[in-house]
């Protein structure tokens, strides 16, 4: 059975921070928003709606008690739909996404909503504390690192130099930037607004105009936690053809703080000739790996391969990819690793620029790939995802 995605909508992305737009946005009513607009736009009879699966990593606070039932709740879809809240780390918006499409090919739902919401701004990373911060024997059994620290380990096992991280962050940004003001782009990002209807956010909020000068003096980030915590002597222990960590990753050449939402809806041929809705994209495959927890940022590569074979499809067949800018690292890595040209990802900009809502993030981009697909008239799409204690994820979609 094919599984098609009928629609898939993301908010403008703001500051995560306090002095961010959407601070004062709950980040139940991130959800609500674009849940309305995939309703509004679409026409949809909502009783039709099997499901909302909702990715959130911090589900704590704001965040916490099943925030995809609240999301549902209170939009216009109502009570008598379900919703579940799921954490597969970064790649929860795209997990989402995964687990709405088993669903449906299995023909126990017919039509879901999946995505994933996060508010960086109220709801800080890492509040919700958990094994892999507070349990000693995963650092010291499992040689596990601060994700920073994994990407500069990645940076120097690999060769990559700081200038080159630096470099892709720009041309995250210059993308960013241009497809900011470019109605491809704008197509299916939806502003935010308050009680009165005006908008509080219109545009993403993160991007700007960044140069290697402005770049080229920033910090290290990493170096503290590499260095004098003891996570650089985890990785000679795990490596040791490694006698030194370069510390290269800092806050211009790595993913912003975010906050954010996304939705897409998925469904079974019946259901939309029912709705009345043509499809944009079908799925071709997904796919999931653990990976090595120590380098962590590493698992793009794995799923790449294997969603490509679960496809019977080569790298070359892939018109255009979304990679998560988690670090610098991770694209750069993922293009050297399988050969694929800087032309074909990323081509919206991404986290560096963007910013990244982890538990909408993989949802965002599915969105933002479906959007790039249409507007250059490329047939296949994948993205795809790292994720914290070593895990990759990846989806296949095609145009129609």
């Known amino acids: 059975m094919n599984v098609f995605v009928y629609d898939s909508l993301r908010t403008v992305r703001g500051k995560g921070t306090n002095e961010g737009s959407l601070m004062g946005t709950p980040p139940v009513e991130l959800g609500r928003q674009v849940i309305n607009q995939m309703v509004v736009k679409n026409n949809l009879k909502t009783n039709y709606i099997d499901d ?118 720009v041309l995250s940004h210059e993308r960013a930037l241009k497809a900011r003001e470019s109605k491809d782009s704008r197509i299916s990002r939806i502003p935010i607004k308050d009680v009165n209807g005006f908008n509080v956010l219109e545009t993403d909020e993160i991007v700007r105009n960044t140069t290697i000068e402005d770049l080229k003096n920033l ?117 050297e690793q399988l050969n694929v040209p800087i032309s074909k990802v990323n081509v919206y900009g991404g986290s560096i620029a963007l910013g990244h809502p982890l538990g909408a993030t993989g949802s965002v981009l599915f969105s933002t790939l479906i959007d790039a697909l249409h507007h250059s008239d490329k047939n296949i799409g994948l993205v795809t995802l790292c994720m914290g204690g070593g895990m990759g994820i990846a989806t296949i979609v095609e145009r129609l």
């Open 219 to 335: 910090p290290p980030s990493f170096e503290l936690h590499g260095k004098k915590m003891g996570f650089d002597s985890t990785a000679f222990a795990k490596y040791s053809e490694l006698n030194e960590v370069n510390h290269l990753h800092h806050a211009g050449n790595s993913s912003a703080l975010a906050d954010g939402a996304s939705v897409t809806l998925l469904g079974n041929a019946k259901l939309g000739k029912i709705q009345n809705i043509k499809p944009k994209a079908k799925i071709k495959a997904m796919a999931l790996v653990g990976s090595d927890p120590t380098l962590m940022l590493t698992g793009v590569v794995p799923a790449t391969i294997k969603v490509l074979k679960q496809a019977k499809m080569k790298i070359s067949d892939i018109d255009l990819f979304e990679v998560n800018e988690a670090f610098a690292v991770v694209p750069l890595y993922f293009m």
């Open 52 to 169: 909302l699966i909702f990715g959130c990593v911090t589900q704590i606070g704001d965040q916490g008690s099943n925030i995809a039932k609240a999301c549902i709740d209170i939009s216009l879809i109502g009570s008598q739909c379900g919703g579940v809240t799921l954490n597969r780390f970064c790649g929860s918006g795209l997990e989402a996404i995964n687990q709405g499409v088993a669903y449906v090919k299995s023909g126990y739902k017919n039509m879901v909503l999946a995505g994933g919401v996060e508010s960086m701004s109220r709801v800080p990373m890492s509040s919700d504390g958990g094994a892999y911060l507070l349990d000693p024997k995963l650092t010291l059994d499992g040689f596990l690192l601060p994700q920073g620290v994994a990407a500069d380990v990645i940076a120097t096992k690999y060769n990559v130099l700081r200038h080159d991280l630096d470099q892709y962050a």
